[in-house]
């Protein structure tokens, strides 16, 4: 179930945040001045900033269920939990960020950031003392 569920997050927000980021590039490329004005740096970095954090937490994803289906110990609902916590406090932070930036200030949905960090590192963390314990697992 765990591995499924990473699985299709994965797939499903590579393809959401592929299209943000042809979407970003769209703006950039007919020079929509609502994304390209002087005083927008601030949110065309967040929106980067989300899309890059979210193609690559998809990845993570994705590695983390096949991590999970080749050393099953490392498939807790702590693990799970934390990382798809990361999925979707770490873009959705820098995203609402971007929406909201005004003259140079991020907009509130920043907090989200630090948040969705530490969720990231817990996972991280979580799975490197899963696969660092010397017990061997089922079919080693």
Request: aromatic content about 8%; proline content about 6%; glycine content about 12%.
């Amino acid at each position: 179930m765990i591995v499924q569920r990473h699985l299709r997050a994965g797939w499903w927000g590579l393809a959401l945040f592929v299209v943000l980021g042809t979407v970003l590039e769209l703006l950039h490329a007919i020079r929509t001045p609502s994304y390209l004005d002087a005083g927008r740096e601030t949110t065309r970095l967040l929106l980067r900033l989300a899309h890059a954090h979210g193609t690559g937490l998809s990845i993570l994803q994705i590695v983390f269920a096949l991590t999970a289906r080749t050393r099953p110990a490392t498939a807790t609902p702590f693990t799970s939990i934390a990382f798809l916590a990361a999925y979707v406090l770490l873009p959705g932070g820098f995203f609402l960020g971007g929406l909201g930036a005004t003259r140079g200030d991020p907009g509130l949905g920043i907090v989200l950031v630090p948040a969705g960090a530490i969720a990231l590192l817990a996972g991280i963390v979580a799975v490197a003392r899963r696969i660092a314990d010397p017990a061997p697992e089922k079919g080693e």
